[in-house]
Antibody
Framework: EVQLVQSGAEVKKPGESLKIPCKGS????????IGWVRQMPGKGLEWMGI????????KYSPSFQGQVTISADKSISTAYLQWSSLKASDSAMYYC??????????????WGQGSLVTVSS | EIVLTQSPGTLSLSPGERATLSCRAS???????LAWYQQKPGQAPRLLIY???SRATGIPDRFSASGSGTDFTLTISRLEPEDFAVYYC?????????FGQGTKVEI
């Protein structure tokens, strides 16, 4: 069974750093793109970026380029979303999701349960 | 960037009724790379439709979708109580992939 497991809620202060994981299981983690999607409170879905764990090829939405870093460690089947200096406006639910196919032009077929990030002083 | 506009914002219907949701793209969606997702409160989105009209695994046949180019439609033939949720369209043909703002189907 394909599963993507994310960490629970994180509470941070502005300016702090954070790296949230997404651990895949039940499939060949290295062979499928993993993406990140933001959902701000009460709002819609925003595509942030995507990584191919096999070679760490990464693509970002222009809206998030330079604001976050997406990475992956295929040896432990885990993708990451990272901030170096959080802002209050980063408070949101963050989902990781796997692409259905092994190529970029695929929808997300499996989703993690989400990681709620709260940034507050 | 392709902007997807969903309408209506909210659809108020009763169980057993038909729901028709629209997704319009600001430019043609390459090869009909258009998906629909369902999201219930407190849950992650679930893939319903991909390739504009193909149902994902395990999706009941009361869900159907059509469209091409810039105009796409999701239809729920007879609403079940569990279908009341928010629905998003997404294009994955042109980077950056983008989502519509969502349509809420409520009782």
């Amino acid at each position: 069974e394909v599963q993507l497991v994310q960490s629970g809620a994180e509470v941070k202060k502005p300016g702090e750093s954070l790296k949230i994981p997404c651990k895949g299981s039940g499939y060949s983690f290295s062979s499928y793109w993993i993406g990140w999607v933001r959902q701000m409170p009460g709002k819609g879905l925003e595509w942030m970026g995507i990584i191919y764990p096999g070679d760490s090829d990464t693509k970002y939405s222009p809206s998030f380029q330079g604001q976050v870093t997406i990475s992956a460690d295929k040896s432990i089947s885990t993708a990451y979303l990272q901030w170096s200096s959080l802002k209050a406006s980063d408070s949101a639910m963050y989902y990781c999701a796997r692409l259905q196919g092994r190529w970029l032009r695929s929808p997300f077929d499996y989703w993690g349960q989400g990681s709620l990030v709260t940034v507050s002083s | 960037e392709i902007v997807l506009t969903q309408s209506p914002g909210t659809l108020s219907l009763s169980p057993g009724e038909r729901a028709t949701l629209s997704c319009r793209a600001s430019q043609s969606v390459s090869s009909n790379y258009l998906a629909w997702y369902q999201q219930k409160p407190g849950q992650a989105p679930r893939l319903l439709i991909y390739g504009a009209s193909s149902r994902a695994t395990g999706i009941p046949d009361r869900f159907s979708a059509s469209g091409s180019g810039t105009d796409f439609t999701l239809t729920i033939s007879r609403l079940e109580p569990e279908d009341f949720a928010v629905y998003y369209c997404q294009q994955y043909g042109s980077s950056p992939w983008t989502f519509g703002q969502g349509t809420k189907v409520e009782i």
